[in-house]
């Protein structure tokens, strides 16, 4: 670093300074009026009311004429692996602001193990941007959907790796049930310095305590100022989700204006799904919906700066604008409007206005579709058999909200010798066809459908493919439709496929640009919603129904799930 050394002593000269800006000082937390930035390739060399010194001939001068200089944006926690490319998703987002990104990793081990995991890894490096991964434990509820995870020491070595910053986010219940993975790697993380990010929806007193014994570091599930609270005083480092999975911002106005310390506090999104990337955009429409609700402006760019940097331990190099940090810098018209006039990263200046400067690196997978799946699903592999004639006790999954499923006991008559879909009822039947030819049919309510299936082999935790329909003959030809592709989301009707979204790499990815994403799942939900879907984004509400995230009844290779109990529970009630 000593050329940096030089250019603040103005012995060399600067490649860009930035003047005459308001600076956000993220680190004693104040505006810093008529400053400048000297930046050396893609380091800052020097900050200050007067750079005279490190200007040169070659020196470029950006003029912020007054504006508002601040960190770029850090994202803390999301996930950035499945439905769309890293290269689209970097094509789409670069321009609002984000310059580091820490996302989770897990969907891509699911459906494509270690190599899709480093193919990801791969596709992320040298981007103009930085980005981070966290590897989780293997969180299936399905017992043969660990089969393709990678072993304990495989997930300890890439433990070692630069790009990965901890272990991602593990269910806490899971935990605490005894998943095998999380304690050895929490461990080895804990002892290289990482941290190891949880996930305690729903956990409270000893609970959340016996949790946090682990070595669990950070929580971004916290759903009120309480939950917020709790956390905090048990040293969890806190992120407000704002996001295309949860908006939590309006929920937690109250804490703007409590007394509080912020540092260990951030504003992620939890991925964002391609419709609202293109329509809001990335990070930097939580950083605004803060404004808007009236967070102090300091604090709002802390939280996606200097406080998840601090909590990645990346903050020796990023989250802040000082000498020897990596020149990643946003100008921001003023204090009310997020919408970055620049955006520099690692020194370059990547966006203007909005319009992209420099593209992300493009990269090629080389994963095949599902490739474990039988290749073709039969009729008859999709009949419930009734276990009497007469009326039969089924368990139903009952959607109490778009993505919270209850038990639901109910009588359905036995139709020669088969439980058949009521759509009258709103009871549909749901099929899982998983990794080992295992295929588990069920009973759902809530959707609505009154004709038709649709499907997706993007699904959470799992391999395989999720069909919800009105009937055998359209469930079997929309699941086929998607093993021959292999991989995709689509709906049937009357024996013909009505409209998909093909993912082809690895079953859950396409190298679709983001705006024909966004369109293919718009088509796809009018599409549902003609055929009598209520539910506001079928995908979204189909494709959890295995995971064990949300309460409380799910489906599974191995069957229906309580999570009550954890245990494996019959589709055919006896009481
Ligand atoms: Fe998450």
Sequence with gaps: MQILSNVALGVDKADIVISNGTLVDVYSGAL???????????????????????????????DACGKIIAPGFIEGHTHLNYLFSPENFLRQSMAGGTTTIITESGEIIYTAGLKGLLQLLESWRAQPIKVYATIPPPLNLGKSGRAIWPSIAQMKNLLRREDIVGVGESYWQMVLSGNDHLPPLAEEALKLGKTVEGHTAGAHDEKLMAYLAYGINSCHEPVSVEDVLERLRLGVFVMIRQGSIREELDAMVKLKDMRIDFSRISLVTDGMDPRDLVKRGYLESAVQKAIDLGFDFIRAIQMVTINPATHFRLDHFTGGIAPGKHADIVILPD?????????????????????LLVPPRKTQYKLPGLTKLPKHVSTPSLIIHAPVSGQNKVRVMDMVTDLVSREYITEMPSVTGMIQPDPDRDILKITLLGLKNKIVNALIRGIGLKDGAVASSYIW?????????TNDNDIAKVINHIIQQGGGIAVCAHGSITTELPLPIAGIITSKPMSEVAQRQNEIQREVERLGCKVPDIVKTISVLPSAAIPFLRITEDGLIDLKSGKVTSLFATS
């Design 32 to 62: 810093l009026q008529n400053y400048s930035v000297a930046i050396k390739g893609e380091w800052i060399a020097a900050i200050g009311r007067n750079l005279e010194r490190t200007k040169g001939k070659d020196t470029y001068i950006l």
């Design 335 to 355: 204090m009310q409007k997020i919408k970055p006039e620049y955006v520099l990263s690692k020194g370059k200046i990547i966006a203007q206005h909005g319009k």
């Design 461 to 469: 935790e799992t391999y395989g493919i999720i069909a919800v329909g």
